[in-house]
């Protein structure tokens, strides 16, 4: 995954890791909460993209399947 969106990713998920870790230093919990939830939808979106692109991918295989009859 050498990819540049998963480079951009990675690097947003490490700020936002440094974020919450200095606020777990602090004991902030607030700031931690909200960091959290911000990663968690991050998480999320990644995920629903990746099962989109799952099910394109395995629709396009069925209709091949499909439109290879012996």
Known sequence: MNSPVASYLRAVLGVHLVTLRAAWRAKDRGASAVEL??????????????????????????????????
Not at 62 to 70: D, E, G, L, R, V
Request: hydrophobic share 60%; proline share 3%; glycine share 2%.
């Open 37 to 70: 939830a911000v990663i968690t939808a991050m998480i999320l979106t990644v995920a629903v993209i990746l099962l989109a692109v799952i099910t394109h991918f395995v629709k396009g295989a069925a209709n091949q399947i499909k439109n290879t009859t012996p």
